[in-house]
């Protein structure tokens, strides 16, 4: 009797200039992963010397040459076209993973046909016992689409207790490591490759949900993430991606019903933030709030269209895992530092 065919899984890890970083992080993925499985780096375009050090210090690395640097989004889209497997497994190259850290994760998402994505424990590199800002025990967004994870509220993470254990349903994964099923990521238009880097995971689990999906956070399995290893946290470069990209996720996947009084809301919300950063002198800050609201302005055309594509697929706009009340509120006004203090709204 025939065997049934084993799912396939392929590491993809996208690099640019890592070349500091590789030597540190790959070996932990090629000790730690079931040698069934391809490990496979893509370079964006490095103008380091990532290419020579892949071919001279892992020759079982499998190599994809994008040769220019398409930024995070439209780089894994471009090397994710050229990989035949059954599921993703997205690794930013500043990430140590664990022993056994795989298996749980395949597990999770295997078992359920309505699972588009999961993600584990992510964990800081620097500060092991805390919980790491790009994850941390999975994303969350609130009433007005701002993104916020469990363990971390904007810039303060909590210390892992084992309070957010378990296998939970959450509103988006992480990209620094992520499992998507390959089919679904492709019929979904994988990530949209305009926000160059920065929620671009936010903005596909966002349209995976509304298509009917759910993504979900493994416990069982945890890494260990450097953060910033590309962009800094406090570059003006990453402010304005953020501010932008934030924007357009909500323009492209918005309840129809709440979308322009939210957009107007967010709008606002932010000439507070950039006020904010007028007080504090941080100019270049400032700005990048300001372009992003300008790109909004010039880019009206085209993001009615990106949200026309994105409503195609949409099904459902209600998910329990949304919360109800504003993050901006809670922390900055109520002072709550904790994801388990929110309430339901």
């Known amino acids: 009797m025939e065997q049934p065919t084993m799912p396939s899984v392929a590491i993809v890890i996208l690099n640019y200039n890592g070349a500091a970083l590789l030597p540190e992080y790959l070996p932990s993925v090629l000790q730690n992963t079931p040698p069934q499985v391809r490990i496979i780096v893509a370079?964006?375009?490095?103008?380091?010397?990532?290419?020579?050090?892949?071919?001279?210090?892992?020759?079982s690395v499998e190599i994809i040459d994008l040769q220019h640097n398409s930024g995070f989004a439209q780089g894994y889209n471009l090397a994710l076209r050229q990989v035949k497997a059954d599921y993703y497994l997205l690794l930013n190259s500043d990430v140590e993973v664990t022993p056994h850290w795989?298996?749980?994760l395949f597990a999770t998402i295997g078992s359920n046909p309505q699972v588009f994505a999961c993600q584990p424990k992510i964990l800081s590199k620097r500060e092991p016992q805390y919980f790491e800002y790009a994850g941390a025990a999975g994303g969350m967004i609130d009433v007005l689409g701002y993104p916020f994870c469990?363990?971390?509220l904007f810039h303060t993470t909590e210390k892992d207790e084992g309070q957010y254990n378990g296998t939970k349903s959450v509103f988006w994964a992480s990209g620094a490591c992520m499992l998507v099923r390959a089919d679904l990521f492709h019929s979904l238009g994988g990530f949209d490759?305009?926000?160059?880097?920065?929620?671009?995971?936010?903005?596909?689990?966002w349209r995976a949900k509304n298509a009917g999906y759910s993504v979900l956070y493994c416990s069982e399995s945890t890494v260990y993430h450097l953060g910033g290893g590309t962009l800094a946290y406090q570059n003006p470069r990453k402010t304005y991606l953020n501010f932008r990209n934030s924007l357009v996720a909500l323009i492209k996947n918005e309840n129809p019903k709440h979308l322009w009084v939210n957009l107007f809301v967010r709008m606002c919300l932010d000439g507070i933030a950039g006020v904010r950063f007028f007080l504090q002198g941080e100019w270049k800050h400032l700005w990048a709030v300001l372009r992003s609201h300008f790109y909004l302005y010039a880019n009206i055309g085209r993001l009615k269209a990106k949200r026309a594509?994105?409503?195609?697929?949409?099904?459902?706009?209600?998910?329990?895992?949304?919360?109800?009340?504003?993050?901006?509120?809670?922390?900055?006004?109520?002072?709550?530092?904790?994801?388990?203090?929110?309430?339901?709204?």
């Not at 490759?193 to 596909?204: K, N, R, T, V």
């Open 102 to 104: 795989l298996e749980p």
């Open 309 to 345: 594509h994105a409503q195609r697929t949409a099904v459902a706009f209600q998910h329990p895992e949304r919360w109800k009340g504003s993050i901006v509120w809670a922390y900055f006004v109520k002072g709550i530092r904790r994801f388990s203090d929110l309430r339901a709204g």
């Open 193 to 205: 490759g305009d926000l160059f880097a920065h929620m671009e995971e936010i903005d596909l689990c």
């Open 43 to 59: 370079d964006n375009g490095s103008t380091d010397c990532s290419l020579q050090l892949l071919r001279s210090s892992f020759p």
């Open 150 to 152: 469990r363990g971390r």
